[in-house]
């Protein structure tokens, strides 16, 4: 099959790009390079089935061109991360919706399998646990900028749903909570990366608020395992998952499992949200999804630890040091 990925130079979508080829599909990867690297697809760049495209997801045209010659898209190309969506909240938002409409709008002339990332986030605030895809969502006040992203991505998935029931558009909905792993860059405000980052280098690991609330975080390679069999399951169209784990971690405790598995001396500094983001900013206390929905319906569970998790980031990060 001929594959679309926007976003593909990014962490998730390098790993599925890279996955895809390996499973003998034709991948082309459409990316701007603003949060992604082209370095993140060294290992498929000369690959015959494989090509990138340097371009926006906002280029209709290039968007319409490149849809309508894919049996499948997968749409990840986004504005990712708090710290990026409150400095630069409107082009997130434009991004994150206009960027969306134009790739629907393309697959509707051709009927395209298409999967539509969206986000925990769109939880917002609910405090029902586990969070199931049916359950309503509870968003913050417009004010409070930092909900923008999650209303961006609730309105994406409103938009791919109603081309399905409209136009019978296939399209499905992924839920993606915390993913984690190699590739992933802390620049953004990803927790994960910075935590390991300052513990190699023995600086002290800075814990925003009480560090009391919770968080679950999937392995990237579990992550792609479960894009690949929602693709292939033809009871996926239409439809809308949970994608993660459900092992739960505090932040603080994450930062000591972090301390401990690479034998850092670093210490661990709490620091007040008013200090990190704009006054009013709100974080959640826990994010915990159900995930029966999704090993139902493809019989695949998201397993890795994250202790797995942790060592292969610091592999990662420890790599160029011993080059
Ligand atoms: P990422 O920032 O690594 O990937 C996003 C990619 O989109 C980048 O390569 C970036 O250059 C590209 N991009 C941004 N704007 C673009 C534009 N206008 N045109 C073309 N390309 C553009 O982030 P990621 O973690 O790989 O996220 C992938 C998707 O998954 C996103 O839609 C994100 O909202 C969603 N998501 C990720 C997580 C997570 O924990 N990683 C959680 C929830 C949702």
């Known amino acids: 099959m001929h594959i679309l990925i926007t976003g593909g130079a990014g962490f998730i979508g390098s790993h599925l790009s890279e996955r895809l080829i390996q499973n003998g599909h034709d991948v082309t990867v459409l990316d701007d390079l603003s949060t992604g690297q082209i370095s993140n697809l060294a290992a498929i760049a000369d690959h015959s089935a494989f090509r ?33 969506i409150m400095d630069e909240p409107s082009q997130s938002m434009l991004t994150n919706v206009a960027g969306t409409e134009n790739v629907l709008d393309a697959a509707l002339q051709n009927g395209a399998h298409t999967f539509i990332a969206s986000s925990s986030e769109v939880y917002g605030k609910a405090t029902k646990f586990p969070f ?51 590739r992933q860059t802390g620049r953004y405000g990803m927790v994960l990366p910075n935590f390991v980052k300052s513990a190699l280098e023995n600086a002290p690991l800075i814990v925003h608020g009480t560090g009391k609330q919770s968080r679950c975080f999937g392995h990237v390679a579990d992550v792609v395992e479960a894009m690949c069999r929602l693709m292939n399951t033809p009871a996926a169209r239409g439809e809308v998952f949970n994608i993660g784990t459900d092992q739960e971690v505090t932040i603080h405790g994450l930062a000591e499992q972090i301390i401990k598995a690479v034998g850092s001396d670093s210490d661990i500094q709490l620091v007040p949200y008013e200090q990190v983001y704009p006054e009013g900013f709100e974080d959640m206390q826990r994010r915990l999804p159900d995930v029966s929905k999704l090993e139902r319906i493809t019989g695949f569970r998201p397993m890795l630890p994250l202790s797995q998790i942790i060592d292969d980031i610091a592999n990662e990060m420890r790599l160029p040091l011993t080059a």
């Open 52 to 84: 990138f495209v340097e371009g926006s997801i906002l280029d209709r045209a290039l968007v319409a061109k490149l849809v309508t010659a894919a049996d499948v898209v997968f749409h990840l190309a986004a504005a990712v991360g708090v710290k990026l």
């Open 132 to 182: 199931q895809e049916e359950d309503d969502l509870t968003i913050g006040a417009t004010k409070n900028l930092r909900w923008s992203y999650a209303c961006a991505k609730t309105l994406d998935e409103f938009l791919a749903l109603a081309h399905a029931r409209e136009s019978g558009l296939p399209v499905t909905i992924l839920r993606f909570f915390n993913t984690t792993g190699p």
